[in-house]
T-cell receptor, first 116, second 114 residues
Framework: AQKVTQAQTEISVVEKEDVTLDCVYE???????LFWYKQPPSGELVFLIR??????QNEISGRYSWNFQKSTSSFNFTITASQVVDSAVYFC?????????????FGKGTSLLVTP | DSGVTQTPKHLITATGQRVTLRCSPR?????VYWYQQSLDQGLQFLIQ???????AKGNILERFSAQQFPDLHSELNLSSLELGDSALYFC?????????????FGEGSRLTVL
């Protein structure tokens, strides 16, 4: 069963638009961690944020913000005033204590294209 | 630059062959993880080593094996290669064994099996 669902496969926006990437997760643990990673066209995976399950405070970092809601098991990511350089595939991931240790369980990713 | 080094960056080989992918973790990181990224399966966790010992196993095929050496670098061995093994293989490292810290990923090794 998919533990992390990113329902949006592809999103296309025009520069300066705001865009929200959805992430829904599934876990029975009370202690878990959620992550967002960015994979630009060059291919590397870049860490964006980590949240633990006990901290529901929303976070803002520049144009990036994250909304964590345990009630809906969601950890959404918003980019404000998008830029062409934001074009990438974005992955949401869950880390919980499982048979695979705390290894990250990634969603399928959302491909974001920002056009000028 | 994440500090995680993977070699080779690209590798083309034939079915039935064996290859070795190498990973050097960030300085000070004791955990090494291997992930496979393919179009149909997405990012799949393969295996984790912590300070030389296997710590966790994911969807790793029996044809694949890995180890972490005393200097903490790791190697992923892929044998009896099949077309479906073509993928981008990532190595990641972290300080500890759990999720206390973020995972730092290398740039990946792209394997093409012809």
């Amino acid at each position: 069963a998919q533990k992390v669902t990113q329902a949006q496969t592809e999103i296309s926006v025009v520069e300066k638009e705001d865009v929200t990437l959805d992430c829904v997760y599934e876990t029975r643990d009370t202690t878990y961690y959620l992550f967002w990673y960015k994979q630009p066209p060059s291919g590397e995976l870049v860490f964006l944020i980590r949240r633990n399950s006990f901290d529901e405070q929303n976070e803002i970092s520049g144009r990036y913000s994250w909304n964590f809601q345990k009630s809906t098991s969601s950890f959404n990511f918003t980019i404000t005033a998008s830029q062409v350089v934001d074009s990438a595939v974005y992955f949401c991931a869950l880390s919980e204590n499982s048979n695979s240790g705390y290894a990250l369980n990634f969603g399928k990713g959302t491909s974001l294209l920002v056009t000028p | 630059d994440s500090g995680v080094t993977q070699t080779p960056k690209h590798l083309i080989t034939a079915t039935g062959q064996r290859v070795t992918l190498r990973c050097s973790p960030r300085s000070g990181d004791l955990s090494v993880y291997w992930y496979q990224q393919s179009l149909d399966q997405g990012l799949q966790f393969l295996i984790q080593y912590y300070n030389g010992e296997e710590r966790a196993k994911g969807n790793i095929l029996e044809r694949f094996s890995a180890q972490q050496f005393p200097d903490l670098h790791s190697e992923l061995n892929l044998s009896s290669l099949e077309l479906g093994d073509s993928a981008l293989y990532f190595c990641a490292s972290s300080v500890g064994v759990g999720p206390a810290g973020e995972l730092f990923f290398g740039e990946g090794s792209r394997l093409t099996v012809l």
